[in-house]
């Protein structure tokens, strides 16, 4: 990350302990501009051929903003920020001609920055890095976990995007190895099958029902609060299911629930039914934990990534930051899906589920969440 230094992986793990400590953030300090400012004239996308892969559509329906200010984009990001930067290499079988450009997702334009490198594969790779002042500015220490976050939602979002220009097989390489790019999403023509790289593929399916549609993901939103209503154990199942398929395995997916019988549940292992592992009523604690927002101790459900022990390494927390915030993005849509609110929810302090659970302390943190509901703010203000 920006200003991030990969031989001192112990500044890296004591930024992670204090953003999850009480501390309050101080003042707020400027962001910065609100993309990159990429070198040379902007290009306009190039009309693309009946055959190929038409980068255009790609992001428009992955990373595009859909407003003036720039804040309302396919991918959620905390605060509305949006630190997340594109920078595209692009092979043979593509609207755009090889070579390398910066995206501007205000503008929906990209600047050539140069040749490809030699090897290129055919299709785009889209390197996802984070300008950290922008996340900062705001959650001040708070900062490291959304940025990861934010950049797991950005791979999503371009996963996504692939699938739903028929691209069988998208490889998304978030192993957390790397500084810049943090994680990196390789999308071949819609002709090719397989991965590129397959060891480091993650191979995940949609959320579910199959390919997403265009349409579809241009009306994702993040639903405001209140999010009240508990969602059926069918539509609950599906979430905690895609959840858990692209979630990696450094990560525990569990829902908080609500009345009638509160507590935790998850997946049984037949995978088909929900499994109550802990009783009590979890979600006003998850409302403390998650920077003292009220409202989620009244959400119908909280989906809960659940990892991240406070001894990991520097690619464990960015690996299980950057899985959490994919599978999130996906299990988003899966609620959309199933006629749910939803809302991801990124920030949390002492939220050591493990430890309230009676388990030894510091190795099941609360990592990222998607507060659920059967109905959202706008139906609440019009009852």
């Known amino acids: ?6 031989d001192r992986p112990p500044d890296f793990v004591a930024a992670l302990a204090r953003a999850r400590s009480p501390e309050r953030p101080g003042p707020g ?11 040379g004239p902007p290009t306009a996308f190039p009309q693309a051929g009946p055959e190929g892969l038409d980068v255009q559509v790609l992001l428009r329906l992955s990373l595009a903003a859909s407003d003036g200010s720039g804040r309302l984009r396919p991918a959620p990001s905390a605060g509305a920020l949006h630190p997340v930067d594109t920078e595209l290499t692009v092979g043979a079988g593509c609207s755009l001609p090889p070579g390398r450009y910066g995206y501007d997702p205000l503008r929906h334009r990209v600047h050539r920055l140069g040749r490809q490198p030699d090897g290129t594969p055919p299709g785009v790779t889209a390197g996802l890095s984070v300008t950290t002042r922008r996340t900062v500015s705001h959650y001040g220490h708070r900062a490291l976990p959304l940025l990861l976050l934010d950049t ?11 699938r739903a220009l028929g691209v069988s097989e998208p490889d998304v390489r978030l192993d957390g190895l790397a500084e810049n790019p943090l994680a990196a999403v390789h999308i071949p023509p819609a002709d090719r099958h397989g991965p590129v790289h397959p060891a480091d593929s993650a191979r995940v399916p949609e959320p579910s029902e199959g390919r997403p549609a265009p ?3 241009l009306a994702r939103r993040s639903d405001p609060p209140p999010l009240s209503g508990a969602p059926s154990p069918d539509a609950l199942l599906a979430v905690l ?3 858990a398929r692209a979630g990696g395995g450094d ?5 908080a629930v609500g009345p009638p019988r509160p507590g935790l549940v998850e997946q049984a292992a037949d995978g088909a039914t929900l499994r109550r592992y802990a009783a009590g009523e979890a979600r006003p604690t998850l409302a403390a934990w998650a920077a003292g927002q009220a409202w989620i101790a009244d959400a119908g459900a909280v989906l809960l990534a659940v990892g991240c022990p ?4 520097v690619p464990h927390i960015r690996r299980a930051h950057l899985r959490a915030g994919f599978a999130v993005h996906l299990a988003h849509v899966t609620a959309r899906r199933h006629g749910l609110a939803a809302r991801p929810v990124g920030s949390w302090q002492q939220a050591d589920l493990g ?4 388990a030894a302390p510091g190795r099941d943190w609360v990592v990222h969440a998607l507060a659920l509901g059967t109905r959202h703010a706008d139906e609440e203000n019009t009852t």
Do not use: K
């Open 1 to 6: 990350m920006e200003h991030a230094r990969e």
């Open 310 to 313: 406070a001894e990991a390494d």
């Open 241 to 243: 299911t895609t959840a």
């Open 355 to 358: 430890a309230a659970l009676g």
């Open 29 to 39: 300090t400027p962001a910065g501009g609100a993309v990159r400012a990429w070198p």
């Open 152 to 162: 797991g939602h950005a791979a999503a979002a371009l996963y996504l995007a692939a």
């Open 215 to 217: 349409a579809e993901l």
């Open 251 to 255: 990560l525990r997916w569990c829902a």
